[in-house]
T-cell receptor, first 115, second 113 residues
Framework: KAGVTQTPRYLIKTRGQQVTLSCSPI?????VSWYQQTPGQGLQFLFEYFSETQRNKGNFPGRFSGRQFSNSRSEMNVSTLELGDSALYLCASSYRVSGFNYGYTFGSGTRLTVV | GQNIDQPTEMTATEGAIVQINCTYQ??????LFWYQQHAGEAPTFLSY????GLEEKGRFSSFLSRSKGYSYLLLKELQMKDSASYLC??????????????FGKGTRLHILP
């Protein structure tokens, strides 16, 4: 059973640019959650998608957005990049039953560096 | 608000026992996770506690007290490969809506030979 696949693994971008990250969940998982991980703040919740709809959102500015496709793959986009956006971006896939997420499994992450 | 606290760093010796504490204050509680994360890798699942008490799984045990908003992860017979960050996470929110899993900042555990 394939795990959660995130692409690309590493990315270097310049301030002001925009970036799109991809996450393919485990087969059968329809929920994808995104997190930003930095040394000072730990894992911070960005948003969760289920059935192509955003179900939950963290406290990040509107520059951070996401979407989910009919095959459950999800993308997140960050526009007008700032130096502080340098982080490891992790996605986790799960299956959702009665509003709860089960089988929460993380991908290896995308390491974004903004210069 | 949502708040999860755990020590930033701990050091222990190979073969010894270490306890990593986690306290939480969240709106809604539906369970507590522990994850292990080696540097540069994805977090991997260790345990999930919903009810009060101790859950043992090999060298690792996790304890939960819901009334105190407290959990700990106990690691026995420490090995060098246990050097990693340990993340405490709470399933907050309310039944049938806004299920959120909120993470603490993690405890970096250093194992000395």
């Amino acid at each position: 059973k394939a795990g959660v696949t995130q692409t690309p693994r590493y990315l270097i971008k310049t301030r002001g640019q925009q970036v799109t990250l991809s996450c393919s969940p485990i087969s059968g998982h329809r929920s994808v959650s995104w997190y930003q991980q930095t040394p000072g703040q730990g894992l911070q919740f960005l948003f969760e998608y289920f059935s192509e709809t955003q179900r939950n959102k963290g406290n990040f500015p509107g520059r951070f957005s996401g979407r989910q496709f009919s095959n459950s793959r999800s993308e997140m986009n960050v526009s007008t990049l700032e130096l502080g956006d340098s982080a490891l971006y992790l996605c986790a896939s799960s299956y959702r039953v009665s509003g709860f997420n089960y089988g929460y499994t993380f991908g290896s992450g995308t390491r974004l560096t903004v210069v | 608000g949502q708040n999860i606290d755990q020590p930033t760093e701990m050091t222990a010796t190979e073969g010894a026992i270490v306890q990593i504490n986690c306290t939480y204050q969240t709106s809604g509680f539906n369970g507590l996770f522990w994850y292990q994360q080696h540097a540069g890798e994805a977090p991997t699942f260790l345990s999930y506690n919903v009810l009060d008490g101790l859950e043992e799984k090999g060298r690792f045990s996790s304890f939960l007290s819901r009334s105190k908003g407290y959990s700990y992860l106990l690691l026995k017979e420490l090995q060098m490969k246990d050097s990693a960050s340990y993340l405490c996470a709470v399933r907050a929110g309310h039944l049938n809506r806004d299920d959120k899993i909120i993470f603490g900042k993690g405890t970096r555990l250093h194992i000395l030979p």
